[in-house]
């Protein structure tokens, strides 16, 4: 049993994972490599002067992994409820966490297979998204959605904090307190 299962390793999937692993939660990123971010290029991303998709893929993965996060590249048909806390089905297996973060980018199609509210989109060519709260919360107890798939603008700088936001709300919750990741630079 994960803490943390997130489907999506995109700006969104990738800053969520760096959060709830370095927070030393048991965290797996199920993704399917079709992220939309792998194709672009960024002169607009904080931190990063210019920057190509996969290289702002592949560093936040890193920096995940560093922390502990496990990858598996698969892609997700459903996720469901159980008593101790949420199924991910996969197309070859199948993994439990107390929480799940889904962070699929302009991908909704788990939605119809596991009892997940949706709407309209906002964005430009984002026909559909999950119907979440402000703190990421689906209508499925235990699972969150971030990033583009959850209403936010698919500009990476966005959809990277909003994955930190969700993930520091789950953190919140299996904690029982508000969590904070702050750092402290080293003399």
């Not at 922390?67 to 996720?79: D, L, N, Q």
Request: hydrophobic share 40%; with cysteine.
């Amino acid at each position: 049993m994960y803490d943390v299962a997130i489907i999506g390793a995109g700006p969104a999937g990738g800053s969520a994972a760096i959060f709830t692993a370095k927070a030393g939660k048991k965290t797996i990123v199920l993704d399917n490599n079709k992220s939309v971010t792998k194709r672009a290029w960024m002169e607009n991303h904080y931190g990063a002067p210019e920057i190509a998709g996969p290289d702002l893929v592949e560093t936040g993965i890193n920096q995940a992994k560093k922390h502990g996060a496990e990858f598996v590249e698969t892609t997700v048909t459903s996720v469901s409820k159980t008593d101790s806390g949420v199924k991910v089905v996969t197309e070859n297996g199948e993994y439990e966490a107390k929480h799940v973060i889904i962070a699929s980018g302009m991908m909704t199609d788990v939605a119809e297979a596991s009892g997940l509210a949706t709407k309209d989109g906002t964005e430009p060519r984002i026909k559909t998204i999950f119907d979440v709260d402000a703190a990421g919360k689906t209508n499925v107890e235990g699972v969150w959605a971030a990033g583009t798939c959850a209403g936010v603008s698919m500009h990476t700088i966005i959809t990277a904090g909003d994955g930190a936001k969700v993930a520091i709300n789950v953190i919140s919750e299996l904690n029982g307190e508000r969590y904070v990741d702050h750092d402290v630079l080293k003399a």
